[in-house]
């Protein structure tokens, strides 16, 4: 439909405008990373960008150093001591490890699952991604609170072995990015054609070795794109980390936690908030491609 | 003759190699040829983490937990009828609806409206698209963080912006007040996930057939009337599957509750999952957070079959 030049320029603005509203509250949130307190709390007036900036939240959460230690090395006197809890190392490296596994432990189980939904015909076939779909389907909360039970049973809480409870999170993890996974594999398993397996078949290929060297070199582009997705859904997950871990925490059950009865400190939470960010940002140019098709488990392409 | 013989034993040999081949091979089922294999670990992390975990809660749920002995003692309509003749729970369900259905609400009329105006192929809509996607990849529990300082009566950017326009007393808390606190979660809900609206339309829209509103356009249809008789029935597998999958995630809300208001004021922002969590972190209720947890899923199930069987749609 064409628009007259006027009308183009209209929609040309508002469209601007409305992705600008949208990108606000990240460009405020990084804003505040790097305010001072002064400028954070101001009761009078909300302070936009008359302030000196700085990266004491950043030195703070992501290097780990004390607060009080950098107020006196810039001669300001005494700063606020007790920043020990803000120091975030641990978190960061929680998260990362944790997601890193986890998207290791659901690619590893779901690739094979995939490639049998989208290759063989067998009895059950329906049952066996509904079951999966399922998984997508089910509150978090209806089974976690077994798992914590059984956990502490085994001895696999974080409390008892920290490695066991990185353990833990990362399989429960990959439970809730099985259906994402299986699914969005299937449809690019399903785009690989059909032929090129038969074909090697007739020459004698077994099924594992058509898989091996034919369909799973071919689906690289997917299977790659469907690891960034459980990574970021990794990320980004909060329940099952609140309830599981107490000693591992990471990012998202960490940043909570600078929420205190004496005050947030909104400093060392807008700075590890950003940082935390970052990874999914750059995750989601990559796979921009096939997002839509993660996103509704393989069911709409783009 | 001998030739006849030797011909024969090769291929005797030939059998029994054959044979003796298959009959050491492997049963079918534990090779590649056959599904089993391939479904095995998928089957093992959906039972011992999702099969097993439900049945226990399921379990779980028949036993009544003594406050004082900290014993539990198998009294299966216990719980179930402590819940439902909970006000706390009715409210929480409540709230589990009305935040499901505004938020869903508004989610999808500014999906589809930001969809259709970024629907361009000029210079630099590519870009904006791009932008529009960011919101997705946040930790909800940032989000949450995010409205939080935003939405504080005196010193929140959007907080102060409502307050400086009359249209709320100054230090007004939005979270702080029960009458708001709800609709305060829901905006950053809304703002995290419309993006996710905007892109599936958005594909919904791309892959829309030219010819229809070519004709329309020729027969004096308004880009309106376009709208309604076309692209709407057109979307609606695309807008049906996107409801599911967003509606399913608004009916476990918790993130963004449990970090900005913790269900308060009061009880004023709890949902059926803050409800359960705050039982099991309350006073360790196993049994009785089981409850509230497993109603949850069976909400779950109940909204998401009659969607299915009333829109016809399959994932």
Redesign the interface.
């Known amino acids: 439909m064409e628009l007259s030049r006027s009308w183009q320029i209209a929609r040309d603005a508002l469209a601007a405008f409305v992705t600008a509203i949208f990108m606000f509250p990240i460009f405020w949130w990084a804003l505040n990373s790097i305010k001072p307190i002064s400028a954070v709390f101001d009761k009078d007036r909300v302070v936009w960008f008359d302030f000196f900036p700085t990266a004491i939240n950043y030195a703070v959460t992501l290097l780990g150093y004390s607060r009080s230690q950098l107020a006196i090395d810039a001669g300001l006197g005494m700063g606020v001591a007790g920043t020990e809890a803000y120091d975030s190392r641990s978190s960061i490296l929680d998260s990362l490890v944790v997601s890193m596994g986890a998207t290791a432990v659901t690619m590893m189980v779901a690739i094979p699952a995939a490639y049998a939904l989208s290759r063989m015909a067998f009895r059950g076939r329906d049952a066996f991604l509904n079951w999966v779909l399922g998984q997508r389907f089910m509150p978090p909360i209806a089974i976690i609170f077994p798992l914590v039970i059984t956990y502490k049973w085994l001895g696999m809480r974080d409390t008892d072995n920290y490695y066991l409870g990185w353990l833990g999170l990362m399989l429960i993890y990959a439970l809730m990015n099985l259906p994402i996974a299986v699914l969005l594999l299937k449809s690019f398993f399903d785009d690989v054609p059909r032929d090129v397996d038969e074909a090697a078949m007739i020459d004698g290929a077994t099924r594992w070795e058509t898989f091996g060297k034919i369909v799973l070199p071919m689906a690289k582009g997917g299977i790659a794109a469907a690891a960034v997705l459980c990574f970021v859904f990794s990320w980004t997950e909060f329940l099952l980390a609140l309830f599981l871990t107490s000693d591992i925490r990471t990012v998202p059950v960490k940043i909570q936690t600078f929420v205190t009865s004496t005050g947030n400190e909104w400093g060392f939470i807008t700075a590890l908030g950003t940082a935390a960010m970052i990874p999914g940002f750059i995750f989601i140019l990559l796979v921009q491609r096939h997002l839509v098709r993660g996103l509704t488990l393989g069911s709409l392409k783009e | 003759m001998a030739q006849f013989f030797r011909e024969s034993a090769k291929l005797q040999l030939l059998v029994m190699t054959a044979s003796v081949g298959s009959s050491r091979s492997r049963p079918n089922w534990l090779?590649?040829?056959h599904?089993l294999?391939?479904?095995l670990?998928?089957?093992a992390?959906?039972i011992?983490?999702?099969v097993?975990?439900?049945i226990?809660?399921l379990l779980?749920t028949l036993y009544r937990k003594n406050a004082a002995t900290r014993r539990e003692i198998f009294d299966p309509l216990y719980n179930w009828t402590k819940i439902f003749e909970d006000p706390r729970m009715w409210d929480a369900l409540w709230h589990t609806l009305l935040y499901t259905l505004i938020a869903l609400t508004f989610q999808l009329v500014l999906g589809m409206l930001?969809a259709l105006?970024?629907d361009?192929d000029?210079k630099?809509?590519g870009i904006?698209r791009?932008?529009?996607?960011?919101?997705?990849?946040?930790?909800?529990?940032?989000?949450?963080?995010?409205?939080?300082?935003?939405l504080n009566g005196?010193?929140g950017?959007i907080a102060?912006t409502i307050i400086g326009m009359g249209l709320l007393p100054t230090g007004y808390s939005i979270l702080g007040n029960s009458t708001t606190a709800l609709a305060g979660v829901m905006l950053a809900e809304i703002?995290q996930w419309?993006?996710?609206m905007v892109?599936?339309m958005?594909?919904?829209l791309?892959a829309l057939p030219k010819e229809p509103?070519e004709a329309a356009?020729i027969d004096g249809a308004t880009?309106i009337q376009a709208f309604f008789k076309l692209t709407l029935p057109m979307m609606s597998k695309?807008i049906a599957?996107?409801v599911l999958?967003r509606g399913?995630d608004l009916?476990?809300a918790?993130?963004y509750i449990?970090?900005m208001t913790d269900s308060g004021p009061g009880t004023a922002t709890e949902t059926?999952?803050s409800y359960?969590?705050r039982i099991?972190f309350g006073n360790s209720d196993?049994p009785l957070?089981?409850s509230v947890?497993?109603l949850?899923?069976v909400l779950?199930?109940i909204t998401?079959t009659l969607f299915m069987r009333i829109f016809k749609v399959k994932?």
Not at chain 2, 131 to 149: D, Q, S
Request: proline share 10%; charged share 10%.
């Open positions: 090779t590649s040829e599904p294999p391939w479904l670990p998928a089957s992390l959906m011992v983490f999702g097993y975990p439900l226990a809660a779980k930001i105006l970024l361009s000029r630099g809509y904006l791009a932008m529009m996607t960011l919101p997705l990849v946040i930790p909800p529990a940032v989000t949450g963080m995010m409205f939080l300082l935003m005196s010193f950017v102060r703002w419309t993006p996710f892109l599936i958005l594909a919904g791309r509103f356009a880009p695309v599957i996107a999958i399913v009916l476990r918790f993130d449990k970090v059926l999952t359960a969590g099991y196993y957070a089981s947890a497993i949850t899923l779950v199930i998401s994932l």
